[in-house]
T-cell receptor, first 114, second 120 residues
Framework: DQQVKQNSPSLSVQEGRISILNCDYT??????FLWYKKYPAEGPTFLIS?????DKNEDGRFTVFLNKSAKHLSLHIVPSQPGDSAVYFC?????????????FGKGTKLSVIP | EAGVAQSPRYKIIEKRQSVAFWCNPI?????LYWYQQILGQGPKLLIQ????????DSQLPKDRFSAERLKGVDSTLKIQPAKLEDSAVYLC??????????????????FGPGTRLTVL
């Protein structure tokens, strides 16, 4: 049973336009959400995160939106650049004392076309 | 600051053979994680260490997988004997602490480049 779902395996966007990557979760105990970016042959790198006490977090071209009632979050990249082409993983944490375990989605491969 | 180091980067073995992976986390990071990432899937946590103690190994197939972090720094993950379904990328990650240092703040996990294992 997948607790974090990224239903779009791939997404293609023109350079300069907005990229929107979506993520849904089923576990109501999740209270922290992260996006990781992964290039081929490299490990995932942290991009941006959001706590369940917020509904939006912004960092430069990247904004994450959280809709707790819908158990849905999205990552917006504006404007998209060719260097953004990578696989993006949504991850969630239920916290708890002494633990910070992440549950990952399957990833969405973003291709930004010049 | 040096990142998480892993070796080897690639390994090809036949089923029923043994294999070991090594990880050196970022200096000062108390928490170390091993993940398995099968092609087309997201990383799945196998085991989490806090210093040299195991925090969670509930998803580690203990009949064939073992891991240790004897001095609270480097870690090794071993598979013995390997099966075809063990073909995956094995990722090591580390973080400064396993708890939430500040409410609403991220305790970021830093990942190494991974070891790609192919079992034939």
């Amino acid at each position: 049973d997948q607790q974090v779902k990224q239903n779009s395996p791939s997404l293609s966007v023109q350079e300069g336009r907005i990229s929107i990557l979506n993520c849904d979760y089923t576990n109501s105990m999740f209270d922290y959400f992260l996006w990781y970016k992964k290039y081929p042959a490299e490990g995932p790198t942290f991009l941006i995160s959001i706590s369940s006490i917020k509904d939006k977090n912004e960092d430069g071209r990247f904004t994450v939106f959280l809709n707790k009632s819908a158990k849905h979050l999205s990552l917006h990249i504006v404007p998209s650049q060719p260097g953004d082409s990578a696989v993006y993983f949504c991850a969630a944490s239920a916290g708890g004392a002494g633990s910070y375990q992440l549950t990952f989605g399957k990833g969405t491969k973003l291709s930004v076309i010049p | 600051e040096a990142g998480v180091a892993q070796s080897p980067r690639y390994k090809i073995i036949e089923k029923r053979q043994s294999v070991a992976f090594w990880c050196n986390p970022i200096s000062g990071h108390a928490t170390l994680y091993w993940y398995q990432q099968i092609l087309g899937q997201g990383p799945k946590l196998l085991i989490q260490f806090q210093n040299n103690g195991v925090v969670d190994d509930s998803q580690l197939p203990k009949d064939r997988f073992s891991a240790e972090r004897l001095k609270g720094v480097d870690s090794t993950l071993k598979i013995q004997p390997a099966k075809l379904e063990d073909s995956a990328v094995y990722l090591c990650a580390s973080s400064q602490t396993s708890g939430r240092a500040i409410v609403g703040k991220s305790v970021e996990q830093f990942f190494g480049p991974g070891t790609r294992l192919t079992v034939l």
